[in-house]
T-cell receptor, first 109, second 113 residues
Framework: TQLLEQSPQFLSIQEGENLTVYCNSS?????LQWYRQEPGEGPVLLVT?????EVKKLKRLTFQFGDARKDSSLHITAAQPGDTGLYLC?????????FGQGTRLTINP | KAGVTQTPRYLIKTRGQQVTLSCSPI?????VSWYQQTPGQGLQFLFE???????NKGNFPGRFSGRQFSNSRSEMNVSTLELGDSALYLC????????????FGPGTRLTVT
């Protein structure tokens, strides 16, 4: 069974601080996605990483796929209250998308 | 382009009843997947449909079933509802079964009393 573990599960920081969320597995994934979900809504796709070692930037968000395609990280620079939400990583397994438990991020003004 | 739509958005049912949820994918998307989201278990895969055929199924009991129509719209059905079925049910569409990117609808919040 392929599993993805996210850490931390909860993170509350002040506006302007930097943070990193981790997504780890013992399994190899052909691709990995990051989503953000806000209350009462479905997850919204942020990025897909495919190649081991790949780094993608989306404004203040930097996503990295591990060299072995088993792990990923999301780094946010100068966090803003609008970044608040549930961040989910999801790996493309043999036949289905496997989700981590999520990181609930709160940015305090 | 319109996003994924799900109806109804909220539903309250009694134990033992059955329920049908509906999902309309993004125009041109032919693959539809269903997920159950709960605070304790997170997002869990239910099943995936492509071209009216179930391609993959998660580890849920047979009370959970689904289907896809020729226009790619999909429905899922839960029979003999249990309290533990209370959850947010999310539908996601993608271009086809090989596309890793999934686009989610807002979900249907099901409460079983």
């Amino acid at each position: 069974t392929q599993l993805l573990e996210q850490s931390p599960q909860f993170l509350s920081i002040q506006e302007g601080e930097n943070l990193t969320v981790y997504c780890n597995s013992s399994s190899v994934f052909s691709s990995l996605q990051w989503y953000r979900q806000e209350p009462g809504e479905g997850p919204v796709l942020l990025v897909t990483v495919v190649t081991g070692g790949e780094v993608k930037k989306l404004k203040r968000l930097t996503f990295q796929f591990g060299d072995a395609r088993k792990d990923s990280s999301l780094h946010i620079t100068a966090a803003q209250p609008g970044d608040t939400g549930l961040y989910l990583c999801a790996g493309q397994g043999a036949q289905k998308l496997v989700f981590g438990q999520g990181t609930r991020l709160t940015i305090n003004p | 382009k319109a996003g994924v739509t799900q109806t109804p958005r909220y539903l309250i049912k009694t134990r033992g009843q059955q329920v049908t949820l509906s999902c309309s994918p993004i125009s041109g998307h032919r693959s539809v997947s269903w997920y159950q989201q709960t605070p304790g278990q997170g997002l869990q895969f239910l099943f995936e449909y492509f071209s009216e055929t179930q391609r993959n199924k998660g580890n849920f009991p047979g009370r959970f079933s689904g289907r896809q129509f020729s226009n790619s719209r999909s429905e899922m059905n839960v029979s003999t509802l249990e309290l533990g079925d209370s959850a947010l049910y999310l539908c996601a569409s993608s271009l086809d079964w090989t596309s890793p990117e999934q686009y989610f609808g807002p979900g249907t919040r099901l409460t079983v009393t």
